[in-house]
């Protein structure tokens, strides 16, 4: 498992963007593949975006596809995630986690970060 903290997260008015990181303990980061999640109020933890070890690959939400970018800088062992034309149902709690491949779950999480988006 690797330690995962996200920053980034705060208030912004609809339309606005933010952009998320999510900083990893390991010096190793390129040996997992990464994914955001998020969590509104009263609902299910639901996926939002992921990347391949090499950033070659990405998948997204339908609900986010085209307004969210996921991205990753190995050598900073740091995974990104680009929020533009925010909406007010996009308010959650975002988490990064973290998982050696895509043939097994998702094994390490951060902490989370809000991201309230008002009307």
């Known amino acids: 498992q690797v330690h995962l903290a996200e920053s980034g997260g705060g208030l912004v008015q609809a339309g606005g963007s933010l952009r998320l990181s999510c900083a990893a303990s390991?010096?190793?980061?390129?040996?997992?593949?990464m994914g955001w999640f998020r969590q509104a109020p009263g609902k299910e933890r639901e996926f939002v975006a992921a990347?391949?070890?090499?950033?070659?690959?990405?998948l997204y939400a339908d609900s986010v596809k085209g307004r969210f970018t996921i991205s990753r800088d190995n050598a900073k062992n740091t995974v990104y995630l680009q929020m533009n034309s925010l909406k007010p149902e996009d308010t959650a709690v975002y988490y990064c986690?973290?998982?050696?491949?895509?043939?097994?779950?998702?094994?390490?999480w951060g902490q989370g970060t809000h991201v309230t988006v008002s009307s």
């Open positions: 986690a973290a998982r050696r491949s895509a043939l097994v779950d998702y094994d390490s």
């Open positions: 390991t010096r190793t980061l390129s040996s997992y593949a």
């Open positions: 990347i391949r070890w090499n950033g070659g690959s990405t």
